[in-house]
Structures are given as C-alpha cells and as structure tokens.
C-alpha cells in the first residue's frame, strides 16, 4: 500500500522560501515503479500541477512556478522535495504530493498548507 505524506508547510512572507518535503512509503524510488508530482489548490481554484520528477529522472514544472521551485529526490529517504523560492501571495494553496504508478493507480498525500502573506 503506498502512502505519501506531506510536511513542511507554513507561513512565510512574500520573497521567501519554503521546502516541502513528501516521504512515501509502500514502494521505492529507486525501483523507478512511480512519477511523483507536486500539485497544489487554491480557495475556489481547481487543482494544478506544480512539477514532477519523472522515471527517468526528468522533471517538469508548471509555468507559474517555473525558474522559482525545484522538485528533487532523496532515494535513501524515500523522499521528493519541493523547494520554493520567490513565494508570491498566489503560491497561497493546500500543496499534495502525489505518486502516478505504473500500475496505473494514482496516489495522493493528505495535503499540506501554505500561506505567503504581503
């Protein structure tokens, strides 16, 4: 059973930085078996995809974070990391950690908030 979960959330100010950090559990990253992606959620706003590291290794971000957050892996952690940088009140949203396996089954962590304030 994989599990995922979020910590690392907070309130920061604007130009600050946060690291999020997602430790699964049920698999190994080393195995290469799950892309992880970090999505997040705003008040009244669907959900949108931040970044993802991929299998091989490859990583995307969404354009309203590109060039200020990096997604990275601790294999010996089991762990996928979120730093962000340049945090604008917009980065305001509930961030999830999720894992896209290659069984075709999904999996989503709990959530974690994070509030950037003028």
């Known amino acids: 059973q994989v599990q995922l979960v979020e910590s690392g959330g907070g309130s920061v100010q604007a130009g600050g930085s946060l690291k999020l950090s997602c430790a699964a559990s049920?698999?190994?990253?080393?195995?290469?078996?799950?892309?992880m992606m970090w999505y997040r959620q705003a008040p009244e706003k669907e959900r949108e995809f931040i970044s993802s590291?991929?299998?091989?290794?490859?990583?995307f971000y969404g354009d309203s974070v590109k060039g200020r957050f990096t997604i990275s892996s601790d294999n010996a952690k089991n762990t996928v990391y979120l730093q962000m940088g340049s945090l604008e009140i917009e980065d305001t949203a509930v961030y999830y950690c999720?894992?896209?396996?290659?069984?075709?089954?999904?999996?989503w962590g709990q959530g974690t908030q994070v509030t950037v304030s003028s």
């Open positions: 590291l991929n299998t091989d290794d490859t990583t």
């Open positions: 999720a894992a896209f396996c290659l069984d075709d089954k999904n999996y």
């Open positions: 049920g698999f190994s990253f080393a195995s290469k078996f799950c892309a």
